[in-house]
């Protein structure tokens, strides 16, 4: 990965509005930029962006269109690896920094093989997301623009119709940050930022378990 160009201005996307264009997962996103195929850098706040001529071009080069950007942010299913078989699952991950959710979507896949991941940047645009798709599960950050995760997973618990069997919350806010905020409803499962990948996994599959998901054997 290269340093930030002196041309900041120049177009870019995040590598999750890259892995929809391209109609791929993020982790395969991520490993063509550590091969070299995708330009990308990292801002001065620490957020990859990918550079758009160079998206294009790869693109070409592979004859693959590029998505429309009014496209949904559903990304291909991941393989199934070992036992672990998810691939009649939807989640929805909601998260306003694409980082994070470039994160959250990697460690879903590899929790989740074979589940279809779908991304929402906030509480509005996640409630329109659960009502068409009805996804089993749900991870969202708490402190977003427009409406918070708080806020929107209150809606969601008045919504039996569409709620979710396994819902995830995270953030690094204080504790005192989130009782501001509100209490979080009884069945939704805490885990703080930065997100520490192996508890991050081994939590979303116990939940997904628990709630018949899959195989009690799994582990």
């Given at each position: ?141 708490v402190m977003m623009p427009h409406m918070d995760g708080i806020e929107m997973l209150k809606q969601l618990s008045m919504a039996q119709r569409h709620r979710p069997a396994v819902i995830l919350a995270v953030s690094s806010r204080s504790s005192e940050d989130l009782a501001r905020l509100g209490t979080l409803p009884r069945d939704v499962q805490f885990i703080a ?27």
């Amino acid at each position: 990965m290269s340093d930030m160009p002196s041309n900041a201005a120049s177009p870019s996307y995040s590598t999750a509005e890259v892995a929809r264009r391209l109609g791929v997962s993020t982790p395969t996103v991520q490993r063509w930029v550590d091969l070299g195929h995708l330009k990308a850098w990292k801002t001065i706040g620490g957020h990859r962006r990918i550079d758009a001529e160079s998206v294009r071009i790869f693109s070409e080069s592979r004859a693959q269109p590029l998505r429309d950007e009014a496209a949904p942010l559903a990304m291909e299913p991941a393989k199934k690896v070992g036992t672990v078989s998810a691939s009649s699952l939807n989640v929805v991950v909601v998260d306003d920094n694409p980082d994070d959710r470039d994160v959250l979507g990697a460690l879903v896949e590899e929790a989740l093989p074979g589940a279809v991941l779908n991304l929402a940047e906030n509480g509005f645009e996640a409630l329109l997301l659960i009502g068409n798709i009805a996804p089993q599960v749900v991870i969202t950050d708490v402190m977003m623009p427009h409406m918070d995760g708080i806020e929107m997973l209150k809606q969601l618990s008045m919504a039996q119709r569409h709620r979710p069997a396994v819902i995830l919350a995270v953030s690094s806010r204080s504790s005192e940050d989130l009782a501001r905020l509100g209490t979080l409803p009884r069945d939704v499962q805490f885990i703080a930022k930065p997100i520490e990948p192996q508890h991050f996994i081994q939590a979303l599959r116990a939940a997904a378990m628990a709630a018949g998901l899959l195989p009690a054997a799994v582990s």
